[in-house]
């Protein structure tokens, strides 16, 4: 069972650059989430949906983007990468009664 | 004030000890509440929901009080493989999907 996967696990990006991460899963989930996470800050939510067709705003929006065409895809957009955007991105979905999240492996992104 | 906020630590807890800490949360009408464990480079995973009642997992115990607005999480006889990060988490808002996460308890259990 996939479950949810993320892509790619690592990357090396030139500030200016934009990348795009990959999350996909395979359970059905309504809701999906992007999350930051930095040494002393914990996880941070960068964006979530609840619903394909609908995104949302969370702690730290800015400089980054999402779209929800389906239910299985959650792509994050870095238009212009900057070095404070180097961080551990995790993807998580859930049902709709938030009884479980479930994480994707992480990417390792690092600006310079 | 932050929605979810917990003592990093770390802990360092001798092997066969019981470790517990709490974590607290600010919005009242949070509906769910979760302890999840994240290792070293790895993506979190759900550890125990959290009921009202308290509930039990093997060596693993969590408690919620509302009227204070924390949860807990005890460990008994601590294994040299409970040594992980835990994460408290929470759902503020009723009929909303969004987890808030606290900065996490490490927990070091030594030999």
């Known amino acids: 069972t996939a479950g949810i996967t993320q892509a790619p696990t690592s990357q090396i990006l030139a500030a200016g650059r934009s990348m795009t991460l990959r999350c996909t899963q395979d359970m059905r989930h309504n809701a999906m989430y992007w999350y930051r996470q930095d040494l002393g800050l914990g996880l941070r939510l960068i964006h979530y949906s609840n619903t394909a067709g609908t995104t949302g705003k969370g702690e730290v929006p800015d400089g980054y983007s999402v779209s929800r065409a389906n239910t299985d895809d959650f792509p994050l957009t870095l238009a212009s990468a900057v070095p404070s955007q180097t961080s551990v991105y995790f993807c998580?979905?859930?049902?709709?009664?938030?009884?479980?999240?479930?994480f994707g492996q992480g990417t390792r992104l690092t600006v310079v | 004030r932050k929605e979810v906020e917990q003592d990093p630590g770390p802990f360092n807890v001798p092997e066969g000890a019981t470790v517990a800490f709490n974590c607290t949360y600010s919005?009242?009408?949070?509906?769910?509440f979760f302890w999840y464990r994240q290792d070293c480079r790895k993506e979190p995973k759900l550890l125990m929901s959290v009921y009202s009642s308290g509930n039990e997992d093997g060596r693993f115990t969590a408690q919620l009080n509302r009227a204070s607005q924390y949860i807990s999480l005890l460990i008994r006889d601590s294994k040299l493989s409970d040594s992980a990060t835990y994460l408290c988490v929470v759902n503020p808002s009723y009929g909303n999907n969004r987890l808030a996460f606290g900065k996490g308890n490490q927990v070091v259990v030594i030999p």
């Open positions: 998580a979905s859930s049902d709709s009664a938030v009884t479980e999240a479930f």
């Open positions: 919005n009242s009408a949070s509906q769910s």
